[in-house]
């Protein structure tokens, strides 16, 4: 069992940064992809970085080169870190966790709303 919280949601003008951060707690061991997912009003939720146990890494195309997702050692703590944001970047923002290899059990946070204008 894994609890996630997230924070660091707001509203922010276009070109500015936001930081997103994820606090995990319980099975934190079993942990095996950690990432962050948005969904957008009317619009599927879609992954938007992904970060593994030995670190590789995974982002949507058009967030490449402006998001980096980092974790901590511990995988008890993961962040977005946006710079470069868009209004096509609003949207809620969750936090995911994948246990083990294939993924078959995962967990989301509450999500926090990012809102970028222009």
Do not use: H
């Not at 934190?28 to 957008?40: C, D, E, V």
């Not at 970085?49 to 967030?63: C, F, P, Q, W």
């Not at 470069?84 to 609003?90: G, I």
């Amino acid at each position: 069992q894994v609890q996630l919280v997230e924070s660091g949601g707001g509203l922010v003008q276009a070109g500015g940064s936001l930081s997103l951060s994820c606090a995990a707690s319980g099975s934190i061991s079993s942990i095996n992809t950690m990432g962050w997912y948005r969904q957008a009003p009317g619009q599927q939720r879609k992954l938007v970085a992904t970060i593994t146990s030995n670190g590789v890494t995974n982002y949507l195309d058009s967030v490449k080169g402006r998001f980096t997702i980092s974790r901590t050692n511990a995988k008890n703590t993961w962040y977005l870190q946006m710079n470069s944001l868009k209004p096509e970047d609003t949207a809620v923002y969750y936090c995911n966790a994948q246990m083990g290899i294939w993924g078959t059990k995962e967990y989301w946070g509450q999500g926090t709303q990012v809102t970028v204008s222009s």
